[in-house]
């Protein structure tokens, strides 16, 4: 199942859901699915009623009974949309302004900041600023390259060797979305990425892991959605 990332707060979650399930804003796709979904659950309730009266109700009875339905359902159809579109209705709230203001106020303030400190390698520094505005600190252009580096440097900065560990290893080395987020490797330095992914292998093939190796026990212990499974992972973890 395929996975989706908030246009409001950058939250991933799954794509068929009408809307974020941490911010509340509407996902077109999977709201467009669930109204189809309901026209088709009522349209089916219509046909099966259809049957159990077809025998005992004239024809013209039945054919005016399935019109008024099928407008029954239309009307339903539009208060749904209506319903999902005030929704997102915040967006043209003055509290929603205001915050969107502030946060590219924010922004214009730090970006010297923000560039300032990744350039040097701070990623502490960085990491500080993304908790005064967090929403703000996503829009930056170098924000996937942050994210992955600083995922990297967490990795590397713990010397014990356990599935934790070892999950985000694999993350990194197959998925490294889910440290950039969606697409967000587009943004990403190809030989910086492959610099670290090649670093993590090495350290990996000291323990004992060949890279095949590594590829299978990512595939066994991976869901649906690319998430490696710590608690699968134990068995896996080789000591040394």
């Known amino acids: 199942m395929s996975t989706v990332q908030c246009r409001n707060c950058g939250s991933f979650f799954n ?14 796709r999977g709201a467009y699915a669930e109204f189809r979904m309901k026209i088709s659950s009522l349209i089916d309730s219509m046909l099966g009623l259809k049957e159990n009266v077809e025998k005992s ?32 209705n915040y967006r043209n709230d003055p509290k929603y302004d205001q915050q969107a203001y502030e946060e590219i106020t924010w922004m214009n303030d730090n970006l010297a900041k923000l560039n300032e400190a990744y350039e040097s390698g701070d990623m502490k520094a960085v990491e500080k600023l993304y908790y005064q505005q ?57 030989a910086e990425y492959e610099e670290m992914r090649d670093d993590l292998i090495a350290e990996l093939e000291e323990r004992g892991y060949s890279l095949s190796e590594l590829e299978e026990i990512y595939e066994k212990c991976t869901d649906s959605y690319g998430y490696v499974d710590s608690d699968l992972l134990k068995e896996y973890v080789k000591e040394g």
Not at 57 to 69: F, K, N, Q
């Open 134 to 190: 967090p929403n703000a600190v996503r829009t930056w252009s170098r924000y996937p390259s942050y994210a992955l580096k600083l995922g990297y440097q967490k990795i590397k900065g713990e010397d014990r060797f356990d599935a934790y560990r070892f999950q985000r290893m694999l993350h990194l080395i197959f998925k490294p979305e889910i440290f950039t987020g969606y697409n967000g490797m587009n943004r990403v330095d190809e």
């Open 57 to 88: 109700v004239s024809r013209i009875v039945l054919s005016s009974l399935l019109r008024s339905m099928i407008f029954i359902a239309v009307i339903i159809g539009i208060a749904f949309a209506f319903s999902r579109t005030a929704q997102v």
């Open 15 to 28: 794509a068929s859901r009408s809307s974020c399930p941490y911010c509340g804003t509407m996902n077109k």
